[in-house]
């Protein structure tokens, strides 16, 4: 089996001249974690600039679904390539976007009936949908959750709600978006107790914003993660979802669900929304959609889609490579990537979970199929965030060859490509393993 091998002092000589020309060159805004300066990668291997190999559990952040370099993306691409590389659908037809929104309009909950916008990114989705459901509903209003995010255009940053630094610097947001508790079963909203999670929410929009803050008549929708991502990778109660459909259909308010990082296979269904039985309004894709190739979708109801010729577009939306080597990840998916995410997540979530018996500081280990956080706590008993370690464990893991990622105020994420094998995830919560071991003698 591969190892990871660190042949260098990291960074490396040669990732350290890249990094000082980064610095010089590229917008600061950026929030690299540790210095990977990467070169090339097949599936969960990860090479740098300097020949070290690293074991990838981030799959470039929840992208790569089929992994790094899968030989049937490549050679998708490259056919697309050779025949044509952009036209624009917002003023020409051609098929590989029309074969796309055809399968995507056959894969979402709910299927029939599906019409499809195309961006290049997740923010793009989002804006697509935030514009679809004022067009549509010719309401101001619209509802999301404390700890989401759903991107970094105005829209897409006005409807999030995980880190203030999202949003420090940029003021006035667009008007009308309403932030409520998300229901977090590992840290409640109002310290009540965590089986009555979903109720509280329900209540808290039922009894105080629809009361208090604005009518519901004039909510055009709802935005929601049926799993938060960066919000701390956060798995709500089961019947949460199923509640808040009930409360808000009999208004005609949209559910939009954002499934741009929860979706494409990742919790071991095609969408996550799956797991809690309900269907959606809109759905929202992208970074694994198209194995890294730029793509976003919005899916909405057909007859959601009564805006006409000029009210939205895209010059580079729907490229066709991105769409060819989407309609592949698609196949690659269906034909056994989503059961191995369930088969290797259970597995995952298992190991990871048993490491909380000599851990202390393992609060808790959450998530559905490959999508899976584990919370770094002070202590168990407060569940106070520890920033401080989560990040010392995320370094030290770097050091020792393993890719993973922060989430949220303390969790590390877990977001291997859907291909990993038992023996490669073997590897990876060994090293996780030395890693704790390392961050706790020197606590
Ligand atoms: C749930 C969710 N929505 C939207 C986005 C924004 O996607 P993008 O960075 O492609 O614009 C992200 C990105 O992390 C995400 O996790």
Redesign the pocket.
């Known amino acids: 089996m591969l190892r990871p091998k660190i042949k260098t002092e990291l960074p490396g000589p040669i990732a350290k001249k890249w990094l000082d020309k980064d610095k010089k060159f590229i917008s600061p805004s950026y929030t690299r974690s540790y210095p990977a300066v990467v070169e090339k990668g097949e599936g969960v291997w990860i090479y740098d600039v300097d020949g070290n190999r690293f074991l990838d559990m981030t799959a470039g952040?929840?992208v790569l679904a089929t992994g790094h370099s899968h030989p049937e993306i490549i050679e998708t691409a490259i056919e697309q390539i050779k025949k044509l590389v952009h036209m624009s659908g917002t003023d020409f037809y051609y098929p590989a976007e029309i074969m796309l929104a055809e399968k995507l309009a056959e894969i979402v909950p709910g299927a029939a009936n599906r019409k499809v916008f195309f961006g290049n990114?997740?923010?793009?989705a989002?804006e697509a949908a935030f514009k679809l459901a004022r067009f549509h509903t010719k309401r101001p209003y619209v509802i999301a959750f404390i700890g989401a995010?759903?991107?970094?255009t105005y829209g897409?940053m006005s409807l999030s709600g995980s880190k203030s630094v999202h949003h420090k610097g940029f003021a006035p947001l667009i008007q009308g978006v309403i932030h409520v508790p998300y229901p977090d079963p590992y840290r409640p909203p109002f310290g009540i107790p965590e089986e009555r999670v979903s109720d509280a929410v329900i209540d808290y929009i039922d009894n105080v914003v629809f009361r208090r803050l604005v009518d519901p008549e004039e909510v055009a929708a709802v935005f929601f993660?049926p799993i938060q991502?960066?919000g701390g990778y956060i798995v709500p109660p089961l019947d949460f979802f199923r509640k808040l459909k009930d409360l808000i259909s009999k208004y005609g308010i949209l559910l939009v669900d954002?499934e741009?990082?929860?979706g494409m296979g990742r919790t071991g269904r095609m969408f996550a929304i799956e797991h809690f039985g309900i269907i959606p309004d809109i759905v929202?894709v992208?970074?694994g959609i198209a194995s890294g190739f730029p793509l976003?979708a919005m899916v909405a109801r057909s007859s959601l889609m009564d805006w006409g010729a000029g009210a939205h577009a895209s010059t580079f939306g729907g490229n066709p490579v991105s769409c060819m080597v989407a309609l592949k990840t698609i196949e690659l998916l269906e034909n056994g990537l989503i059961e191995n995410a369930e088969k290797m997540g259970h597995y995952l979530m298992e190991n990871l979970k048993k490491l909380m018996d000599t851990y202390e500081f393992i609060g808790d280990v959450r998530g559905k199929g490959l999508m899976i956080g584990v919370d770094i706590v002070k202590d168990r008993e407060s569940k106070k965030y520890n920033p401080g370690l989560r990040n010392r464990i995320v370094d030290e893991a770097f050091k020792k060859g393993l890719l993973l990622l922060a989430a949220g105020p303390s969790a590390i994420r877990w977001a291997p490509a859907l291909t990993v094998k038992k023996e490669e995830l073997d590897v990876a919560l060994e090293i996780f393993e030395e890693a704790l071991r390392t961050v706790e003698k020197r606590r």
Do not use: I
């Open positions: 952040v929840a990114s997740g923010a793009e989002n995010f759903h991107g970094r897409a993660e991502g960066e954002d741009v990082q929860s929202t992208a970074k976003g």
